[in-house]
C-alpha cells in the first residue's frame, strides 16, 4: 500500500512542472479520475516541537508552528489547497507568514496563490521564480512546460542561500545547484534538527531529474553531500516523496545514485550506445526502485546527464 502511495505522488510531481494544468496523464485522463484524485485527504504527522509534516498527493510539505506564526515548505496542488489550509487551521489559528518552495514543479507550488490569500509570503530560489515565468520543452517526455500564472510566482527569491528566525528556528535555505532542478533548495532548522529535502530525495524509489529544468545527475548527488554534512542519527528528514526519514535512509539513496553514475558512466566510456546499455540490464539488482522512473528511464536520464554535464 505504501509503494502504491509513493508511487502516485511522483507520478503526479514527475509531470507537474508547472501549473496544475500540466499534471500528468493519468490526473487528466478522465473526469473519473480527477474526482478521485480530489477526495483524497491530506494527513497531518506531528513530528514534535511544533513541527509537522502533510503528506498525500503531491510533495511532502513541512511545518513549523511558533510564536511568530506558521512557516510551510511547499503546497502541493491547488485543488488541495483548501485541504491544506484546513490541516494547518486544525493546528493552530495564527497567521501563515511565508511558504518556501523547493522547486517549481506543480506538485510543490501548485497552491501558491491560495497561500498568498491567506497573506502568506512566497519565497524561493531565484531560478523557480524564472522557471514559472518561461515556456520550454521537456524533451525527455515530449512535451512542452507552460508558463503558470503569476499568481503563483514567488514574491522573494534569493540568489543562493537564505536564513530565516523563526518560531526559535535557525532556518538555512540552502540552495543546491543543478539537481533534482536548478532551483532546488533543502531547508534545514537547526534547533529542531530537522531537514526538508523537497525532490533532491526519492524515499524508496528511482528519483525523477529534471534535466531540461537544469537538473542533473551530479547535482543530485552533490545534494546529498551537502545533507549529510548536515544530519545526524538524529535528524528527521522529510524526504519530496516517500515517509519520513533518517540519515541512513539517505545514505542509501546517496550509494545507490553514485553507483547508477559510475555504471552508466563505465559503458559511457566503453564506448557503448543507449541501446547497448538498456540491453545489459545494468540496474537489474535495483528492480525494487522502480516505479514511474522504471529501470530503463532511470539509466536514459543519467545517460543523458552525463553526456550534457561533460
Known amino acids: ?100 518552495n523547493t522547486h517549481y514543479h506543480g506538485d510543490h507550488s501548485g497552491a501558491n496563490a491560495e497561500m498568498k490569500e491567506t497573506g502568506a509570503v512566497v519565497v524561493a530560489h531565484d531560478n523557480v521564480r524564472k522557471r514559472m515565468g518561461m515556456s520550454f520543452e ?42 533534482h532542478t536548478d532551483g532546488d533548495s533543502i531547508l534545514y532548522f537547526k534547533e529542531a534538527n530537522i531537514l526538508h529535502m523537497g525532490d533532491n530525495f526519492f524515499l524508496g524509489l528511482f528519483p525523477y531529474i529534471d534535466v531540461d529544468g537544469g537538473g542533473s545527475l551530479a547535482g543530485m548527488i552533490a545534494s546529498h553531500e551537502r545533507a549529510l554534512e548536515l544530519v545526524n542519527d538524529e535528524t528527521k528528514i522529510i524526504p519530496g516523496h516517500g515517509p519520513l526519514a533518517v540519515k541512513d535512509d539517505l545514505i542509501k539513496t546517496h550509494q545507490m545514485l553514485k553507483i547508477i553514475e559510475t555504471r552508466v558512466s563505465n559503458e559511457i566510456k566503453r564506448g557503448a550506445s543507449l541501446d547497448d546499455i538498456l540491453k545489459k540490464d545494468i540496474l537489474a539488482d535495483y528492480a525494487e526502485f522502480s516505479s514511474f522512473i522504471d529501470k530503463d528511464n532511470m539509466v536514459k536520464i543519467a545517460h543523458r546527464s552525463i553526456l550534457k554535464t561533460q
Open 138 to 179: 521537456n524533451k525527455a517526455f515530449g512535451r512542452t512546460v507552460n508558463a503558470v500564472d503569476e499568481a503563483l510566482w514567488p514574491d522573494l527569491t534569493y540568489s543562493e542561500n537564505a536564513t530565516f528566525h523563526f518560531n526559535g528556528q535557525t532556518v538555512e535555505a540552502i540552495h543546491t545547484p543543478s539537481a
Open 1 to 100: 500500500m505504501l509503494k502504491k502511495m509513493i508511487l502516485s505522488a511522483a507520478v503526479i510531481g514527475l509531470a507537474a512542472c508547472g501549473a496544475e494544468t500540466t499534471a500528468a496523464p493519468q490526473d487528466t485522463k478522465t473526469s473519473t479520475n480527477e474526482v478521485t484524485a480530489s477526495k483524497q485527504d491530506i494527513t497531518t504527522q506531528e513530528l514534535g516541537n511544533g513541527f509537522y509534516m502533510l503528506l498525500g498527493p503531491g510533495g511532502n510539505i513541512g511545518v513549523s508552528v511558533g510564536e511568530d506564526g506558521v512557516f510551510v515548505i511547499d503546497d502541493k496542488f491547488s485543488r488541495f489547497a483548501d485541504q491544506i489550509i484546513g490541516q494547518i487551521r486544525g493546528i493552530t489559528d495564527a497567521p501563515i507568514r511565508y511558504v518556501i
